[in-house]
């Protein structure tokens, strides 16, 4: 059973960066890529960056578009998203997740994920 376990959640202050990580364990090659969804207080689901696992191909929300970035690491089963910028819009909840679609058509759609983890809170304040 594939788990996803977030880190690096906290506060930042606006302007600043944070990097959250997702560690996969029971990892399979099923998946064909990894998205970081996040959802603000009140808020339904944004899926806001995903990443190939076979090409390292990546994409994003027009609302992160140019300041974060998803990467991810193979041999050791993670996904990094790398959040520079960050304004009071950006705190959420962030959770990994493995749409069905990899990161095809419709990746984005919080009913397309297959499986997620817990979260990881993130708080953008002075």
């Known amino acids: 059973q594939v788990q996803f376990v977030e880190s690096g959640g906290g506060l930042v202050q606006p302007g600043g960066s944070l990097r959250l990580s997702c560690a996969a364990s029971?990892?399979?090659?099923?998946?064909?890529?990894i998205g970081w969804f996040r959802q603000a207080a009140g808020k339904t689901h944004e899926g806001i960056a995903c990443?190939?696992?076979?090409?390292?191909?990546?994409y994003y929300s027009a609302s992160v578009k140019g300041r974060f970035t998803i990467s991810r690491d193979n041999a050791k089963h993670a996904v990094i998203l790398q959040m520079n910028n960050v304004t009071s819009e950006d705190t959420a909840v962030y959770y990994c997740a493995a749409p069905r679609s990899g990161c095809g058509s419709g990746w984005y759609t919080w009913s397309d994920v297959e499986v997620r983890g817990q979260g990881t809170l993130v708080t953008v304040s002075s």
């Open positions: 990443v190939s696992l076979s090409t390292g191909a990546d």
């Open positions: 029971g990892f399979t090659l099923d998946f064909r890529g």
